[in-house]
């Protein structure tokens, strides 16, 4: 069964920067692909960044790219989520799914292994 575990966030004044982490466990598969998403209150969850494992390819949603950094540590099967000059608007629950395709779409899916959602809030 895949579990994923995340840990990181916390609280963050704006312009800062922080970093999320998710550890996945229970892959029968040597790569797969990892999307981050975020929840702000009151609104829709909506994608931020993806990454493939085996390719090392990443996607990021427009309002992201360029100052948050999704990699992989294969020996520590774990993908993080660096997130630089943080805005009060990225406040936020995120979380990380897996799945076996790159789309923000798939990877949405509720079928899919979940982490739990560090929050992460941004003080101005």
């Known amino acids: 069964q895949v579990q994923l575990v995340e840990s990181g966030g916390g609280s963050v004044q704006s312009g800062g920067s922080t970093r999320l982490a998710c550890v996945a466990s229970?892959?029968?598969?040597?790569?797969?692909?990892m999307g981050w998403f975020r929840q702000l209150p009151g609104k829709e969850r909506e994608g931020v960044a993806t990454i493939s494992t085996g390719t090392g390819t990443t996607n990021y949603d427009d309002s992201v790219r360029g100052r948050f950094s999704s990699t992989h540590d294969k020996a520590k099967n774990t993908i993080y989520l660096q997130m630089d000059s943080l805005k009060p608007a990225a406040t936020a629950m995120y979380s990380c799914a897996a799945g076996t395709d790159a789309s923000f779409w798939f990877l949405e899916s509720p079928s899919n292994p979940w982490g739990q959602g560090p929050p992460v809030t941004v003080s101005s």
């Open positions: 229970g892959f029968i598969y040597r790569s797969y692909c």
